[in-house]
């Protein structure tokens, strides 16, 4: 059987299981307050990582991907196949309270049908939780990933909500380092070592130095 894009760019050997997810889930859940029995979509779920997570956070969790790849990973979790370049989602108006996603929307060539349909299925009040890279800190490298269709940066992101009709809207950029989470200190040592940081190192906390996220938040008026 031929392998798709999450078993050749996310396998185990090269990706292997770590605690990051977890302690991502448990930063964002507490930054943003996401708390108990929300019902919580993921789209471009992949491994199901968060969603595992954020379903011990007590959290009732969806999932959609447009690979079936995604049932080899999605014990206990219900996942629909939904391909976001094309079509609706498969929710009804008003029926979720968050939608998160880490490292999906860069992969659409048409990001405003998703954002289009996040605001439909949300319910009002309901957040929209959007994890990116930054274009303006990985740009060197951002085509590495040949599926990467759309470059977002600080400005674009808000504006894309806005444009939307989400309201609140927040747009920080973040670094993958969760003891700068516990010690934001540290993010003026990364600034000063990132510029002599080798583009492609192999050192996780050398590259996350010096290549950002982009943390997108909306919400959807009442």
């Given amino acids: 059987m031929k392998k798709g894009y999450i078993t050749n760019k996310y396998d185990e050997k090269h990706y292997p299981y770590t ?3 977890k302690l ?3 930063y964002l859940a507490s930054k943003y307050n996401i708390t108990e029995n929300k019902t919580l979509l993921e789209p471009g779920c992949g491994r199901c990582d968060h969603l595992h997570h954020f379903k011990n956070l007590k959290l009732n969790v969806l999932g959609m991907d447009v690979s079936n790849e995604v049932f080899n990973y999605s ?3 219900d996942i629909k196949i939904c391909n976001l370049e094309e079509e609706n989602m498969p929710y009804d108006d008003n029926s979720i309270d968050i939608i998160y996603s880490k490292s999906f929307i860069e992969h659409l060539s048409k990001p405003d049908n998703f954002l289009k349909e996040s605001y ?3 319910k009002p009040g309901g957040l929209l939780l959007t994890l990116v890279p930054d274009w303006e800190s990985n740009y060197k490298t951002y085509f590495d990933d040949y599926t990467h269709k759309t470059p977002f940066t600080i400005v674009s992101l808000g504006d894309a909500y806005k444009i939307h009709g989400f309201i609140n809207i927040n747009a920080i ?4 380092l969760p003891i700068v989470w516990k010690y934001p200190v540290l993010n003026y040592i990364c600034q000063i070592i990132s510029p002599f940081v080798p583009v492609r190192t192999k050192n996780k906390f050398l590259r996350w130095s010096r290549e950002l996220m982009l943390i997108g938040s909306g919400y959807k008026p009442e």
Wanted: a positive charge; glycine letters at 0%; charged letters at 45%.
């Fill in 75 to 77: 014990k206990d979790i």
């Fill in 120 to 122: 439909r299925v949300l």
């Fill in 24 to 26: 991502l889930c448990e």
């Fill in 173 to 176: 950029k973040f670094r993958q």
């Fill in 19 to 21: 605690d990051y997810s």
